[in-house]
């Protein structure tokens, strides 16, 4: 277990535009994991992106149903509906906002293992992935709230 530090806003990485990775590799795995272990140690997350502990690659972890998703250059391919949902974000710690997402999207990746995967998610799972994916290209959801409200 390897829980690394977060970084908060203002912190240059941030604003990092990850690269994507070449190779799954041990090295990707030992990363994905150390990016789950700091997610569930910050217990009030429900995604953290490869930036947000200053690592500028592509790549995302996520749990919004108890099941954990690891997910190698993801891309939104599909998406439908709108939604607009109040999101906070560990690198803004009490901070929460209203933002206007697509209600449904559908993903595709490579997994831990380098495998091609297509994933779904409506709701908060399609809040999630987009937020996460955002931040891939240094986009932080403070980019794009309506309106923010107390917690
Ligand atoms: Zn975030």
New binding site residues.
């Given amino acids: 277990m390897a829980v690394r530090r977060i970084r908060k806003y203002p912190d240059e990485a941030l604003r990092s535009i990850c690269q994507p990775v070449k190779r799954v590799n041990g090295r990707v795995r030992a990363l994905l994991r150390d990016m789950a272990d700091t997610m569930y140690h910050a217990s009030n997350g429900c ?1 953290l ?1 490869a930036c ?1 502990i200053g690592v500028p690659l592509r790549l995302v972890v996520i749990d919004v149903d108890d099941e954990l998703i690891k997910l190698v250059n993801p891309q939104i391919v599909e998406s439908s509906g709108e939604q607009i949902a109040i999101e906070g ?3 803004f710690p009490d901070l929460w906002g209203k933002v206007r997402r697509p209600a449904w999207v559908k993903v595709r990746a490579l997994n831990g293992w380098g495998r091609p995967i297509e994933i779904e998610g409506e709701d908060l799972m399609a809040v999630c992935l987009c ?2 994916i955002d ?1 891939l290209d240094g986009v ?2 403070t980019d794009k709230v309506l309106e923010y409200v107390e917690d």
């Fill in positions: 995604g992106a947000q974000c560990l690198s937020h996460e931040h932080v959801f």
